[in-house]
């Protein structure tokens, strides 16, 4: 039988169900969570975020770029605080800002300013629009931060699921060339089931609404485009959840550390792809105390 994708780690795919098993995350949550339904998943995220909004301060919808879809969130800290931008995820063709205004919650409480971006989702823009808008987004924030009151010389990233992968991207940019900032934007980055090698996407079903070209895939998968200089990066997992997403991960560890820049891997016991992100609500978990160290450029370990 002809394999369709091997992974660097040697894993083989032979037909679309078999990546669609591991990619299409709705379709297989009963396999990896008691809770079971995405859509009550996202009434809870949109829930919760409401909430959240009703007890932070709060910036909505503003213009970052010259697109409609190009409008951020903003949850000030306290002056002099670091900042923290979050970029979402939905398989870069679901979900806005919005639905994710409660991780600020626990980064807010130690002084962090949060900054959550939406950006344009396929098919009706490409990959390469979503990555050209992320980066505005990180590069808008810069520029403002004094506006809030916040450090820009402390700038964490970290991004869930396709976020992840726009993290990932996000590291390789070349800020003084491209936007005439410092290279050094970016204080620490942390990944939180990102997909670093885009090539088995293209044989799932939402290939029918991603339209990646073979092009687009070469240039976005992020294992393939290693920069020369990068902070240090948090990659993370729950326990619970598709091997892939794992695997996606180490791998990229693998490379990531093989060509000298710093990284860890940390798998996160007892957590689905739907609640890890649960934990940046509390401003004394693990998760937290390890977002706001990148900001400072320093790890923090368990």
Partial sequence: MSVLYRAPDGTAFST???????????????????????????????????????????ELGIPYGATRAETLDVFPGEPGGPIVVFVHGGTWMALTSLEHSFVAEGLVANGATVVVPSYALCPDVTI?????????AVAWTYRNAAAYGADP????????????????????????????????????????SGMFDLRPIVFTAD????????????????????????????????????????????????????VGLSGEYWERAGVNHFDELDDLVDPDSELTRRVLALADGTVATS
């Avoid at 993290?167 to 003084?176: D, I």
């Avoid at 991603?210 to 976005?220: D, K, M, P, Q, T």
């Fill in 128 to 136: 390469d629009e979503i990555v050209r808008q992320t980066r505005a």
């Fill in 153 to 192: 010389a402390r700038i964490a990233v970290i991004g869930h699921s396709a976020g992840g992968h726009l993290v990932g991207r996000l590291l390789e940019t070349e800020w003084e060339k491209e936007y005439g900032l410092p290279s050094s934007v970016i204080s620490g980055a942390c990944a939180v």
């Fill in 207 to 258: 290939q029918s609404i991603l339209r990646f070209s073979a092009e687009e895939v070469l240039r976005n998968s992020t294992i393939l485009n290693l920069p020369l200089e990068a902070p240090h990066l948090l990659l993370t997992a729950g326990e619970k959840q598709p091997r892939e997403y794992h695997r996606q991960s180490t791998d990229f560890l693998q490379a990531w550390q093989g």
């Fill in 16 to 58: 679309p169900e078999e990546l669609d098993e591991q990619y299409d995350l709705v379709a297989s949550l009963p396999q990896y969570s008691e809770h079971g339904d995405f859509d009550r998943y996202m009434e809870e995220w949109a829930a919760r975020s409401e909430a959240a909004r009703g007890r932070m301060r709060s």
